[in-house]
């Protein structure tokens, strides 16, 4: 049975405390074939196509959130915070949720967050741009432990572990 993305990758990630893993069984989404490309780019092989649309919140982005919220759970965080309209938020919200923090999500002026569950969110103003820095003074207040970049972010190295081509199983013999 498939545990998780964390779990099946352990000896290739940074997560340390079994007891601060956060799963929603992500990964392990299927590989399509494809028979039209493989026709028109490929000769002689096979190609396929990861099907990341089977991950809890629809996204490729839990693969990474999991391993970037089990460890702000190392690091005693009480919230996780990021700058999304989509499925970063989704994703982020769902595994704080699942870890008992609170998430918050900035979102730019105008837009809306595309998940109804995010109870806490912020507007920004239209100007201003979703990265690292609109998060600044969030994460040097009491209420945001301190971490650089925040687990929600694209520059998260945690996150950014997670996402990465991890070796498969089928394929190692």
Not at 54 to 70: E, H, I, Q, W, Y
Not at 139 to 153: D, L, T, W
Request: with cysteine; aromatic share 8%.
């Amino acid at each position: 049975m498939w545990r998780g993305v964390i779990r099946e990758y352990w000896d290739f990630l940074p997560v340390k405390k079994e007891e601060c893993i956060i799963t929603l069984l992500e990964g392990n989404t299927p590989l399509i074939p494809s028979s039209r490309i493989k026709k028109e780019v490929t000769s002689g092989m096979d190609l396929f196509f990861k099907y990341e649309g089977l991950n809890p919140t629809g996204s490729f982005k839990d693969r990474g959130m999991t391993v970037a919220v089990s460890m702000a759970k190392e690091m005693a965080s009480k919230a996780v915070i990021c700058a999304s309209t989509g499925n970063t938020s989704a994703s982020a919200a769902a595994y704080a949720a699942k870890a008992g923090m609170k998430a918050y999500v900035l979102i730019p002026e105008g837009k809306s967050p595309l998940v109804n569950y995010l109870r806490r969110w912020l507007m920004v103003p239209r100007s201003s741009k979703l990265k690292a820095t609109s998060m600044r003074p969030f994460r040097s207040s009491e209420r945001f432990p301190r971490q650089n970049p925040s687990p929600g972010h694209s520059l998260n190295p945690y996150r950014i572990e997670g996402q990465r081509q991890l070796p498969s199983r089928s394929l190692i013999t």
